[in-house]
């Protein structure tokens, strides 16, 4: 069986196994973090699937041809008090068609992550919530050091959120240092107690060392917008978000010549987010 069959097999196996179980700390923005953390002593499994469509570079000789790029994460949330909550995930990146070997590297990659986020004061005390978070990241190709600043305020049932969001990147197998900005924005409605909907908009660019010239399409900046919605069931929730590119709208291939000929765009013109998430 191969390793993407296997993660959504364990995630279905553990969706049915905990569905009758007590409640959840649902995430309305797939991307987006806000201010709410697990309480002491709870903690969660949460599943992410990204999907984009790309095009993959053969070899010589060859045509490009289109396919669905993926990447897979489960995290497991855990609070340590009611204001600091810990994260371990565990990310895998299939690779792309057979015998292509020039594709797609999306935003995660293969390895595992370590992160904290704090609530900084309780809701409604500080004009607008604030929340710190910090991750270390070791794929197979790399190591990261991740920060964000998460900004949340409630409006009755409106909530806006924000992620001051950088990352320092460092290549094993290249002497590459990059760095990387990805802020996000996001509104959200409750509308009903198990449903919200909302429009969210990301934004990745990176700034690698040494610079490149020209400069790919792929280290952007590359920036999205579209809905998010998200259903609560009790202890499981479920948020999906479908975003459309709103640079360079008219891309929908690889140049056929020039610097960026045998670089793959990591980009597609549509990205698919969706999370699941269990209460333990």
């Given at each position: ?32 973090y806000t201010y709410d953390t697990l309480g002491k002593g709870e903690s969660e499994i949460e599943t992410y699937i990204d999907l984009t469509p790309v095009k993959a570079i053969p070899p010589l000789g060859g045509n490009s041809v289109w396919y ?42 293969t390895g595992f992550k370590e992160r904290l986020r704090l609530r900084i004061a309780e809701e409604g005390e500080l004009p607008i919530d604030l929340a710190l978070y910090g991750e270390l990241v070791e794929y197979m190709t790399e190591f990261e ?136």
């Amino acid at each position: 069986m191969r390793p993407s069959s296997i993660l959504v097999a364990g995630v279905v196996a553990v969706t049915l196994a905990w569905t009758a179980r007590a409640h959840a700390s649902p995430r309305p923005l797939p991307f987006t973090y806000t201010y709410d953390t697990l309480g002491k002593g709870e903690s969660e499994i949460e599943t992410y699937i990204d999907l984009t469509p790309v095009k993959a570079i053969p070899p010589l000789g060859g045509n490009s041809v289109w396919y669905t790029a993926s990447q897979f994460q489960m995290e497991f949330e855990h609070g340590i008090t009611d204001r600091l909550e810990l994260g371990l995930y565990a990310a895998f990146q299939p690779s792309a068609p057979e015998g292509y070997s020039e594709t797609a590297t999306l935003t995660e990659g293969t390895g595992f992550k370590e992160r904290l986020r704090l609530r900084i004061a309780e809701e409604g005390e500080l004009p607008i919530d604030l929340a710190l978070y910090g991750e270390l990241v070791e794929y197979m190709t790399e190591f990261e050091i991740e920060a964000k600043v998460i900004l949340q305020k409630r409006f009755g049932k409106l909530r806006i959120a924000a992620n001051a969001w950088a990352e320092r990147e460092f290549y094993y197998a290249v002497n590459q240092q990059d760095w990387v900005l990805n802020p996000t924005l996001g509104v959200t409605y409750q509308v009903t107690p198990s449903f919200h909907a909302g429009v969210e908009y990301w934004m990745r660019v990176e700034f690698p060392d040494p610079a490149p010239n020209p400069r790919p399409f792929s280290v952007g900046p590359n920036q999205f917008v579209g809905p998010a919605l998200m259903f609560a069931f009790g202890n499981l929730w479920w948020s999906t978000g479908i975003y459309a590119r709103v640079n360079e709208m008219g891309r929908t291939a690889l140049p056929s010549n020039g610097a960026e000929a045998q670089l793959p765009d990591n980009y597609g013109p549509i990205w698919a987010r969706t999370v699941i998430g269990i209460e333990l």
